[in-house]
């Protein structure tokens, strides 16, 4: 299936240089424990779509394949499994980030797959009112379709659509 028209023609990307390990555990994770639930379910066997701005499939918490090739919509260029912002990589790594010794996070699903799907270029936290929209809804419409027909069973979306945060899971 074709892919729909780039929303706007995106610089080249380069993979965002990796943020500092967060070595202790976060206050969030204290609260949840989503540890506790691991025996009875890690999300094996599930593909959660990541509408954002690309994952890192070369992310120490999710490499080995946890990350799909997914697709760039941004430029219609090659695969969602670079991240220009770290943006997509983060809400990735909440979802799927697999225990690793000396780093304190890790992802409520570690056992999950992600499909990357890059509809922007840049994370909400960049994006100025009046500008033109990060992504259209057009975009956003496709990708998700792209997803449902790629297998995946959970999408996710973060992203800024005109002046307002859109946040979908």
């Not at 989503?34 to 890192?56: M, Y």
């Amino acid at each position: 299936t074709p892919l729909a028209a780039p929303a706007f023609a995106a610089p080249t990307c380069r993979a965002a240089e990796p943020l500092p390990a967060i070595a202790e555990l976060p206050w969030a994770q204290r609260w949840l424990q989503p540890e506790r639930v691991w025996p009875l379910a890690t999300g094996r066997g599930v593909t959660v779509a990541v509408l954002d701005s690309g994952v890192d499939a070369g992310h120490p918490q999710l490499r080995d394949g946890q990350v799909l090739a997914g697709v760039d919509m941004v430029t219609n260029a090659g695969p969602g499994n670079v991240d220009c912002d770290s943006h997509g990589t983060a809400v990735g790594s909440i979802v799927a980030a697999r225990p690793v010794r000396g780093i304190g996070f890790a992802g409520v699903a570690p056992g999950a797959s992600l499909l990357p799907v890059r509809v922007v270029d840049q994370g909400v936290e960049r994006s100025t009112p009046g500008e033109e929209p990060p992504v259209s809804p057009t975009v956003l419409a496709t990708a998700m379709r792209w997803a449902t027909d790629q297998g995946a069973r959970v999408i996710n979306v973060s992203v800024v659509i005109g002046d307002r945060r859109l946040i979908i899971y």
